[in-house]
Nanobody, 124 residues
Framework: QVQLVESGGGLVQAGGSLRLSCAASARTFSRYAMGWFRQAPGKEREFVAAISGGGVSTYYANSVKDRFTISRDNAKNTVYLQMNSLKPEDTAVYYC?????????????????WGQGTQVTVSS
């Protein structure tokens, strides 16, 4: 079983930055591709970014590409989401998730392990 604990959410003004962190309890963290998803009230959960087990490959939703950066430190069992140039439409609960594969996934059903979520609010 993999436990994920997220941190770093908060309230920022448009144009600001936040860095989300997700600490994992996995024994072999590098074997899990990791993803970030977000969900606004009344909307479906939305894919944000993913990174392969070794951290070589990344994939981003078009809405965040060139603004967000996903990274991981396998020695620390941690994945990060650096969010720059934040917009009000980025406001959502952000979830960290782990997949049972080293390869990138972008569907929520492919991720059996999830964090508790952290709120990101971007004011205009």
């Amino acid at each position: 079983q993999v436990q994920l604990v997220e941190s770093g959410g908060g309230l920022v003004q448009a144009g600001g930055s936040l860095r989300l962190s997700c600490a994992a309890s996995a024994r072999t963290f590098s074997r899990y591709a990791m993803g970030w998803f977000r969900q606004a009230p009344g909307k479906e959960r939305e894919f944000v970014a993913a990174i392969s087990g070794g951290g070589v490959s990344t994939y981003y939703a078009n809405s965040v590409k060139d603004r967000f950066t996903i990274s991981r430190d396998n020695a620390k069992n941690t994945v990060y989401l650096q969010m720059n140039s934040l917009k009000p439409e980025d406001t959502a609960v952000y979830y960290c998730a782990a997949a049972n594969t080293v390869y990138i996934r972008s569907y929520h059903a492919d991720y059996p392990y999830w964090g508790q979520g952290t709120q990101v609010t971007v004011s205009s």
